[in-house]
């Protein structure tokens, strides 16, 4: 998809109608990768893909999704949690240009099960993921969606 038109698709999906393959998760993997991260720290941050079931039935606000990806900083101030929004925001677009549904998520954070986020590292900011039946085309969205002033 053009990326133009594919940035206008964007949407939160919520329902979720089967397991992502592995190919798809190595793909959206990379486009984490692909990220920025404030001053090219990358080591500061972690990916954790969670895909068992035993751990996703603790976690509530995910919708059933039946994988959820969390990116985890050593520190979790503002440039973490910024750097976390581009990890998981290629993540987010990845996820789409394969058809994926897939949603930003910070309602799980709190309910991440211990031993599940490697020691030293507090979770930031979270892609759940799935199948879906929903369809991508690009959206009505206004220019005053969000309020805007341009200084010149
Ligand atoms: C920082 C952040 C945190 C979010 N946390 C959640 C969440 O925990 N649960 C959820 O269902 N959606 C969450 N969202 C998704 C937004 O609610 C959603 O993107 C917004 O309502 C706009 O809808 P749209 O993505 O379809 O344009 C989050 C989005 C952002 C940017």
């Known amino acids: 998809?053009?990326?133009?038109?594919?940035?206008?698709?964007?949407?939160a999906v919520r329902k979720y109608s089967g397991q992502?393959?592995?190919?798809?998760?190595?793909?959206?993997l990379l486009a984490?990768?692909?990220?920025?991260?404030?001053?090219g720290k990358f080591d500061e941050y972690r990916l954790t893909a969670i895909q068992k079931?035993?751990?996703?039935?603790?976690?509530?606000?995910?919708y059933d999704a039946p994988t959820v990806i969390v990116?985890?900083?050593?520190?979790n101030g503002l440039m973490d949690g910024n750097s976390a929004g581009t990890i998981v925001h290629n993540m987010e677009l990845e996820a789409e240009n394969q058809g994926?549904?897939?949603n930003y998520?910070?309602?799980?954070?709190?309910?991440?099960?211990?031993?599940?986020?490697?020691?030293g590292f507090k979770p930031l900011f979270a892609l759940t993921?799935?199948?879906?039946?929903?369809?991508?085309?690009p959206r009505e969205i206004s220019l005053k969606r969000i309020q805007t002033n341009i200084v010149k």
Do not use: H, W, Y
């Open 32 to 39: 984490a990768n692909a990220g920025s991260v404030g001053l």
């Open 129 to 137: 993921l799935g199948q879906t039946d929903e369809t991508f085309t």
């Open 20 to 28: 992502i393959t592995d190919e798809q998760l190595n793909n959206i």
């Open 1 to 11: 998809m053009e990326t133009f038109e594919m940035i206008q698709s964007r949407k």
């Open 71 to 75: 990116v985890s900083g050593k520190n």
């Open 53 to 62: 079931p035993e751990i996703l039935s603790q976690m509530t606000g995910i």
């Open 105 to 119: 998520n910070m309602a799980s954070l709190g309910f991440i099960p211990d031993g599940v986020i490697p020691d």
């Open 100 to 102: 994926l549904g897939a």
